[in-house]
């Protein structure tokens, strides 16, 4: 990435104007775990899975026949899957690591159908259902929610109910949902599976990332408290602990955070 203040990931997470794509905006979001990614690979490999979309299609006009040359695609010749036998692996929310080993999340795969489909100017936009994540193809003429998790399924309102195990879903939760929602969906997806992994480093990166595009986050100043103090960066532990704190004045967990602290502080003097 570029500099903190100018960057256009963080010009996106800020909610700035930014004419960062998607797929851009997710390899760097990649970059974070994979330092010598190259971007310009991955978008090309994207650019090639359209272009071999759009040879096998008859008619890119025609919604149904589109989706289905681009799922017989995708999820036949090129085999991408949801990986369900290690969901919560890191690498099934890096986009570089998806296109490479053909397995990911719902969000990462979504990502790959809605960036292909922009590609040959076809209406997909991303659906961020409870707990699960789709994409929409809709026309005006031919609309339907696609499940790229589940081998391009088609599926509709009721569909995406089941998914989402809910027994209704509000309007606005089958609304699109923009690129900034679907970039921050998949940053809290990597900090969960970097945490699980103990992966600190890693951690503390998005953490710098999402505080630099919010300084007022408490949450993310204790998770990055937390990352510091297993990296054993303990005086830069406790700073962070003491931002959140003070983010956080009524913190329910305020008594338990500087008793942390106090602990921090004895270990840290020991060692002196």
């Excluded at 974070?32 to 899975?49: N, Q, S, T, V």
Aim: negative net charge; glycine residues 6%.
């Amino acid at each position: 990435m570029n500099g903190p203040e100018t960057s256009p990931l963080l010009d996106l997470l800020r909610g700035r104007p930014s004419t960062l794509e998607l797929d851009r905006a997710a390899l760097e979001v990649a970059r974070l775990g994979y330092p010598a990614l190259d971007p310009a690979h991955w978008i090309a490999e994207l650019d090639r899975h359209a272009f071999a979309i759009a040879d096998r299609a008859h008619d890119l006009s025609d919604g149904a026949r589109f989706i289905q040359t681009a799922n017989a695609y995708l999820f036949g010749e090129l085999g991408l899957r949801g990986n369900q036998d290690d969901y919560y692996n890191a690498d099934n929310s890096c986009l570089n690591r998806v296109l490479e080993s053909k397995l990911g999340l719902p969000i990462s795969l979504s990502v790959i159908y809605i960036e292909i489909a922009r590609r040959l100017a076809k209406p997909v936009s991303g659906v961020g259902l409870p707990g699960h994540f789709v994409v929409r193809y809709d026309d005006g003429r031919f609309s339907t929610f696609i499940d790229p998790f589940h081998g391009g399924a088609l599926v509709d309102a009721a569909g995406c109910c089941q998914l989402a195990q809910l027994e209704t879903l509000d309007e606005d939760m089958l609304a699109p949902v923009d690129t900034r929602s679907i970039v921050l969906r998949m940053i809290n997806n990597l900090r969960r599976a970097y945490f699980a992994g103990r992966d600190s480093e890693k951690a503390l990166r998005l953490l710098d990332l999402l505080i630099a595009a919010d300084p007022t986050g408490a949450d993310e100043h204790k998770q990055r408290a937390v990352a510091l103090m297993q990296l054993q960066r303990i005086a830069e532990s406790l700073e962070a602990f003491e931002r959140y704190l003070e983010l956080s004045p009524g913190a329910p967990d305020r008594d338990r955070i500087q008793e942390q602290m106090r602990s921090l502080a004895f270990w840290m003097a020991s060692r002196n």
